[in-house]
């Protein structure tokens, strides 16, 4: 299963960037979907993530009312729209599809992973 994220790029600090991720329909319309993401030297984190529905949402405390994570249900997409980037949040972004359809921050929870995204936030 591929999983195409998009949208990284280097941004300055209190700037934006939206992320999109394509799922196959197949593997995602009844899962829930996530954002993590891995900063270099640093153990894999949890970012947001998305109920099969989009009618639930979880973030993690670093980017809770900066980030939104959203879904397109009919285009399978999931986006990750952050807003007043820090430097910290600098990092490979990646999606995953749970496999189940409420959303969860474990990483074992997730199923399905696709490649990454870099995001790089200069102060």
């Known amino acids: 299963v591929q999983l195409q994220a998009s949208g990284g790029g280097l941004v300055q600090a209190g700037g934006s960037l939206k992320l999109s991720c394509t799922t196959p329909?197949?593997?995602?319309?009844?899962?829930?979907m996530s954002w993590f993401r891995r900063a270099p030297g640093k153990e894999r984190e949890f970012v947001a993530a998305?109920?099969?529905?989009?009618?639930?949402?979880l973030y993690a405390d670093s980017v809770k009312g900066r980030f939104t994570i959203s879904r397109d249900y009919g285009s399978n997409v999931v986006y990750l729209q952050m807003n007043g980037l820090k430097p910290e949040d600098t990092a490979v972004y990646f999606c995953a599809i749970n496999r189940r359809p409420v959303p969860q921050s474990q990483p074992s929870e997730y199923r399905y992973w696709g490649q990454g995204t870099q995001v790089t936030v200069s102060s």
């Open positions: 329909r197949r593997t995602s319309s009844n899962n829930a």
């Open positions: 998305v109920s099969w529905n989009g009618s639930t949402t």
